[in-house]
């Protein structure tokens, strides 16, 4: 079993983890809104303040757990509080740190109802999503992910749009049922590995390669509606349509990346023989959802669905990375991951500004709004050109590692991929002419970015950017977990080839 670095003298990660969840109960004791607004920002802020000791202290060197926390907790059925963070975690949690402030200002003004309700709800999500990062025990790791689902379904049904409770129950459901699959076959390995729920004594298992494919299965069902890949993806497109600008920017930024993480942390270790036999099915769904997605977005009318479809596209890009198990393919999938939740959670924080103003998502409502608001329509050409993929932009590195590493696997794969690109730019591009070009709205009057918002898009413009000039910053955290992952497979899948072929030559089956 891997070794885990114990450098803290005190349980940072569970600060972190927990802080939001202490905070949420702290606001049930309040009854002004403006404390309530304010408490949450303190909170979430107070998190990353903590965290970065985490970020500055790192060992980008080692593969192994940092930061690590071990606690008995149900001993007799082998479940401890186990945490610990890694180069392929590190990028998820800080995202999830970042986005989760960012939700809080962009929600100062929009929610006027249920303020305090609304922001209970907002720091639960923040450490059930914290706590699938840096779970390293099954039991913690399915609580974690089952009590996502409950502040998510709320903040959709409840300050969602008028379709809230369809797409609110529509995202339950689908989350829920894959979920149920998953607890089956963590079920199943708790009785194989004889009665351990240990994350990173299970990845060193040898497991025979029928039972890595059942499993393999059951995962996959959770892990595909969550990223969502095609065909699971429905339940996107309705949820982020009616939920609220934060709802949204978590979903997109955060929550679909948890599939993909889930793939990384726990179907490729713990099932690599599995991993490469269905990487070619996946990776063919994968290119599916990046010309689907596009192609679909040609036709949308609402500005929101536009984004949300556009999603699809560009996780079918992470996945084709993440499923062509090469280091270039992984390490640019874990990185388009972040793009996309920045450039994803700036489109929509946008939108969300923009409706506060206009109160429609229609495209066909907008029109010359570069000259009506030229501070806004500058930063959305940014995140455009970001999303596009244009060099010197994040979007621009993920995507140039993912094509690389689907053209050392297969050149169709590279080259269906390069099309997605290309219709990427082609629907981007539209959209920005139809909506800041053109014959102004008549009767329309709205203002620019205020000061809060402009400082709000300010930390993402600076990402876009940074990540864009200097991606070995951010490369630098994985390259020793990702290296140490697909040496694993390859290692395995050796293993379990000689282990098949003994059985074989003494008649076993």
Request: hydrophobic share 55%.
């Amino acid at each position: 079993m891997q070794e885990i670095y114990f450098q803290s003298e005190y349980p940072i990660l569970s600060f972190m983890v927990f802080l939001p969840l202490i905070g949420a109960a702290a606001l049930l004791f309040m009854s002004n809104a403006r404390a309530v607004r304010w408490t949450s920002l303190i909170v979430t802020a107070g998190v990353m303040f903590i965290s970065i000791p985490v970020l500055t202290g790192f060992d980008k060197t080692s593969y192994l757990m940092q930061f690590g926390e071990r606690y008995e907790w149900i001993p007799s059925w082998g479940i401890s509080y186990f945490i610990g963070i890694d180069g392929i975690s590190i990028l998820f949690v800080f995202l999830t740190i970042l986005l989760s402030i960012l939700s809080v200002l962009v929600s100062w003004k929009s929610v006027q109802a249920k303020v305090k309700e609304f922001h209970i709800a907002l720091l639960l999500l923040e450490t059930a999503v914290l706590g699938v990062f840096v779970s390293l025990d099954f039991f913690l790791f399915y609580l974690f992910w089952e009590m996502m689902l409950i502040p998510m379904f709320i903040l959709i049904g409840v300050w969602g749009g008028s379709n809230r409770i369809y797409a609110a129950v529509k995202f339950f459901l689908f989350t829920l049922v894959g979920s149920v699959l998953m607890l089956v076959g963590i079920v199943v390995l708790y009785f194989y590995a004889g009665g351990t729920l240990n994350i990173l004594a299970l990845s060193d298992m040898n497991m025979p390669v029928r039972l890595q494919y059942w499993l393999f299965l059951a995962f996959f069902a959770a892990f595909a509606v969550k990223v969502p890949m095609f065909p699971f993806h429905t339940w996107l497109p309705d949820a982020h349509t009616e939920a609220p600008t934060a709802g949204s920017v978590i979903l997109a930024g955060v929550l679909i990346k948890m599939g993909a993480y889930g793939f990384l942390r726990f179907s490729m270790p713990m099932f690599p023989a599995a991993t490469e036999y269905f990487a070619p099915f996946l990776m063919i769904l994968s290119v599916i959802a990046i010309i689907y997605g596009a192609l679909v977005c040609f036709a949308q009318k609402d500005l929101k669905r536009l984004i949300a479809y556009s999603s699809v596209s560009h996780m079918g890009f992470v996945t084709l990375g993440l499923f062509a198990l090469n280091t270039q393919g992984v390490e640019g999938g874990i990185l388009q991951m972040l793009n996309h939740g920045i450039i994803t959670g700036a489109l929509f924080l946008m939108v969300g500004m923009i409706y506060e103003r206009t109160h429609t998502r229609q495209i066909s409502d907008y029109g010359g709004f570069a000259k009506l608001v030229p501070w806004y329509a500058g930063i959305f050409m940014i995140f455009t050109f970001a999303s596009i993929g244009l060099p010197s932009t994040n979007g621009f590195i993920g995507e140039f590692l993912i094509i690389l590493g689907a053209f050392t696997e297969n050149n169709t794969y590279g080259i269906l991929a390069a099309t997605g690109i290309i219709l990427g730019a082609g629907y981007m591009l539209w959209l920005y002419q139809r909506i800041f070009f053109g014959k102004v709205v008549e009767g329309i009057s709205v203002s620019d970015l205020d000061f809060r918002e402009v400082i709000i898009l300010l930390p993402l413009i600076l990402l876009v950017f940074w990540i864009g000039l200097y991606p070995n910053l951010f490369l630098g955290y994985m390259h020793a977990s990702v290296q140490h992952m697909l040496r694993g497979i390859e290692i395995n899948n050796t293993a379990g080839f000689m282990l098949d072929y003994m059985q074989w030559l003494s008649g076993g089956n």
